[in-house]
């Protein structure tokens, strides 16, 4: 389903041991750890895009503490996953929701993202899923109709190539801050879920919503935690222990 990211090229990818290439000659490499980088030159902004090596550690430890698993039991629960779906995670980061939901599910799954450290954990602790490094914020690596399901994470949103390779019949769930996600350290936020309808009317159909809202009691080290996945500033006074809300606004929409 993968194909070739070289500017004019968008011939399927075929694997050759530990490669990938097409019948252009690209060729591309697996990494050690399993994954493959796909992000070509012109689409990067900077020389290390996406979330950082210290934004992935301390995400990750969140999820390690179990401080999430009430999103990813709500994200479950409306996904509705079988193990006959094949799904695509654009934004993956880590790989948290879709490798630990393919693990629960046994659906095939792929993840995207244009974090090499993010790709890189999620290969290594999800060996059994497809990981891609590459900018779906511009062009989604695969092939028309690949998916039955897309998942957009709290990342950014490309209605245009999430209808493209979703299949007909597929289903597409974008999950986004509801205004008092992290309320204690960033403030009140907005209402994205009008917007966010707006940015997906013409191409897929709303069929179901839902906000999840939990607390979590955390010392001082994950709120350390918190902070540098949002890349928030360190305060000028010491971190302290605190209750803090995380909060999704879950939309499940139909490809119209």
């Not at 290439?21 to 490499?29: A, E, K, M, N, Y």
């Not at 009430?70 to 996904?79: C, D, F, G, V, Y």
């Not at 999800?126 to 989604?140: F, H, L, T």
């Amino acid at each position: 389903m993968l194909l070739c990211p070289v500017r004019g090229c968008h011939m399927a990818l075929m694997r050759e041991g530990r490669r990938l290439l097409c019948t252009r000659g690209h060729s591309f490499d697996f990494a050690r750890s399993g994954y493959i980088n796909l992000l070509q030159p012109q689409e990067r902004r900077s020389k290390q895009p996406g979330d950082t090596a210290a934004a992935v550690a301390g995400r990750r430890r969140l999820h390690d503490r179990g401080v999430t698993d009430p999103l990813l039991r709500a994200i479950a629960e409306i996904m509705v996953a079988s193990p006959r779906e094949i799904v695509l995670d654009a934004g993956c980061g880590d790989g948290f929701y879709l490798g630990t939901l393919a693990r629960q599910t046994g659906f095939d799954a792929h993840g995207v993202d244009i974090s090499i450290p993010a790709i890189d954990v999620a290969a290594r602790r999800y060996p059994g899923c497809e990981w891609i490094v590459a900018n779906a914020d511009r062009v989604v690596p695969y092939a028309d109709r690949s998916f039955s399901i897309v998942l957009s994470i709290t990342g950014r949103m490309n209605a245009r190539e999430f209808r493209r390779v979703l299949r007909d019949d597929g289903r597409l769930l974008v999950a986004i801050p509801a205004p008092e996600d992290l309320l204690e350290l960033r403030g009140a936020g907005r209402d994205r879920v009008a917007r966010t309808i707006e940015t997906f009317v013409h191409d897929f159909a709303l069929v179901n919503r839902r906000r999840i809202t939990t607390t979590a009691d955390l010392d001082a080290a994950a709120v350390h935690d918190v902070l540098l996945s949002i890349y928030r500033p360190m305060r000028s006074q010491p971190v302290e222990a605190m209750r803090v809300t995380f909060s999704l606004d879950l939309l499940l929409f139909r490809a119209a």
